[in-house]
């Protein structure tokens, strides 16, 4: 025999799908509630039927002995079963449907009785408590069983008590009352049951769609995947609940944002603060591919509706991919120059070839000169007012790029820079940014020129970059500053709104600003103000940029 597949093995115990298990379990409490209800509804009835027959039973006494005649007979007639007496308790017993109606005289002896014979007869109870003048109620065993009572003193004309009046209802027709209630009782309760079983298999069948018909290991298992998906993937994940709500953040989230988990249950305005990251994710700003600025990171973002009606927002950091694109766009930008620079030059050794070969030799020397000096001269200029390196070599390397592209790139004789800078990569991102910016906005336009001015105030660095472009209009000076925001075709690596965004988010890191204005002549003109942007000088430094300070000012 081929041993049973585990699929078709039988399982005992819970049933494994959430649906089946709900189900079952709900109806479970529903017939616990019905049975439960069924027991305490039927507990305290056989109490309350006992009651009320007691109280019939008390109620028949009273009126029997508050007949004067009866009292009237008791005294004057004699204990015989075709008495007045015995012929009175008999019609109140087939009136009342009592099981008997029992009239005594004072010494317990009987004038009444279902029974003729025991007529005359003691009483089979103790009647001493309604002879001495109380009302009595009891459940009690007779000469005709079990039966609920009632007595209460009988009493002459003048109130004396002359006997007693008991009045019995059979203790069967009370247990038949309570047997016939269990019917009508088992019909409630197995309506309510249905009920109950039908609300269950609906509320079921919806946690089924919810569920979709999984088991609860498989929840429990795709509950640690997605913990362990949320926490190893390296891109941030932000989910958001119908009402905008921050519901859950993974780790690589709260790492670009810079925030922790006690942003969840805020909205991203609180969160964050107003600006475009705020507006990606709560939906405010659509589209694929979005790209925000978080601190000094460059955020791509993506959001996508859920069926509940909130989101999920993913982060992807593009910081390094997008230096390295604005690298890749300087180097094609080099490449391009060094190609006409190439093209140049081979003119250049043409002209000294024919030179040479006419045997012009003094204007081959000057016409070298010439060329060498050109380039030594720029250099120089550049080096004698920026002291940091990584800033001269930059300013260097775009005064080539833009000759090559039609475009003067000076920098202004108040330039001065000295080497102490506390982050010269945060600047050199900064003049990049600005000049690559001056330098799209004039190239092909007559007369192109761009001036960079960057000069030391005490520990602040104020950077101002002009250019004879078109210039910005008023209305547009704020949204060049928004990430995502640009005039200009986007570059091969990617999308353009990202420079200036970076060029503010620096300065305001730094407690400084960005802003932009108009040029003298025309044109735009950029200023970044950087405090703390450089490092207290050394004493002597300090004494020696004091005494050329002073010479300069001699000199002027």
């Not at 009273?62 to 004699?78: R, S, V």
């Not at 047997?179 to 197995?190: F, K, M, V």
């Not at 507006?279 to 069926?307: F, Q, Y």
């Amino acid at each position: 025999m081929s041993p049973t597949s585990p699929a078709r093995r039988l399982r005992l115990g819970l049933p494994r799908r959430v649906f089946s298990q709900v189900l079952l379990m709900q109806v479970a409490i529903a017939a616990g509630v019905a049975v439960l209800a069924t027991g305490l509804f039927l507990a305290p009835l056989s109490h309350q039927l006992d009651d009320q027959a007691m109280h019939r039973a008390l109620a028949i006494a009273q009126t029997t002995a508050e007949q004067p005649q009866i009292a009237a007979d008791l005294q004057h007639t004699a204990p015989r079963p075709d008495g007045p007496v015995q012929r009175e308790a008999e019609r109140i017993r087939l009136a009342t449907g009592a099981e008997y109606v029992v009239i005594m005289n004072h010494k317990g002896t009987r004038w009444s009785h279902t029974d003729p014979a025991q007529i005359g007869r003691h009483v089979s109870t103790d009647p001493q408590q309604a002879l001495a003048g109380e009302e009595v109620m009891e459940i009690d065993e007779g000469t005709l069983g079990r039966s609920a009572r009632g007595k209460v003193p009988l009493r002459d004309a003048q109130g004396h008590i002359i006997g007693a009046v008991s009045v019995g209802i059979a203790y069967d027709s009370v247990r038949a009352r309570l047997i016939s209630a269990i019917p009508g009782l088992l019909a409630y309760a197995g309506g309510a049951l249905a009920v109950g079983a039908l609300a269950a298999w609906l509320i079921s069948r919806r946690v089924q769609r919810q569920t979709r018909d999984l088991a609860f290991s498989d929840i429990s298992a795709l509950l640690s995947e997605r913990e362990a998906m949320l926490h190893g993937i390296r891109e941030g994940v932000v989910a958001l609940d119908r009402a905008g709500r921050v519901r859950l953040l993974n780790d690589e989230a709260q790492r670009l944002l810079g925030i922790g988990e006690e942003a969840v249950g805020r909205s991203p305005d609180e969160a964050l603060g107003e600006g475009r990251t705020a507006d990606v994710l709560a939906g405010r700003v659509t589209g694929t591919d979005l790209l925000t600025v978080r601190g000094h990171r460059v955020l791509v973002a993506n959001r996508m509706p859920t069926e509940d009606g909130g989101a999920v927002a993913t982060l992807r950091d593009r910081t390094e991919l997008e230096q390295l694109g604005r690298e890749l766009d300087s180097t094609r930008g080099l490449i391009d120059a060094l190609r006409a620079q190439d093209h140049e030059h081979a003119n250049r050794m043409h002209t000294l070839l024919g030179l040479l070969e006419l045997e012009m030799y003094d204007d081959a020397v000057e016409f070298v000169g010439e060329v060498v000096g050109d380039h030594r001269a720029t250099a120089e200029q550049v080096t004698e007012k920026i002291e940091d390196p990584l800033l001269a070599a930059l300013l260097v390397g775009k005064a080539t790029v833009a000759a090559e592209r039609g475009v003067a790139l000076w920098v202004s004789d108040r330039t001065r820079l000295p080497d102490r800078l506390v982050d010269p990569r945060g600047l050199v991102t900064v003049v990049g940014n600005l000049v690559d910016n001056a330098l799209d906005a004039v190239a092909g336009t007559p007369h192109a020129r761009v001036e960079v001015e960057l000069r030391a105030e005490g520990r602040t660095a104020v950077l101002t970059v002009r250019d004879t472009g078109p210039g910005i209009p008023p209305e547009q000076r704020e949204l060049v500053f928004t990430e995502g925001w640009s005039t200009k075709k986007p570059p091969a690596h990617g999308k353009r709104g990202i420079g200036l965004s970076l060029v503010r988010r620096l300065a305001e890191r730094h407690g400084g600003s960005a802003t932009v204005g108009e040029a003298e002549g025309g044109g735009a003109q950029f200023t970044v103000v950087l405090p703390e942007a450089l490092a207290e000088p050394e004493p002597a430094a300090a004494l020696t940029l004091s005494a050329t300070a002073a010479a300069e000012e001699e000199a002027r």
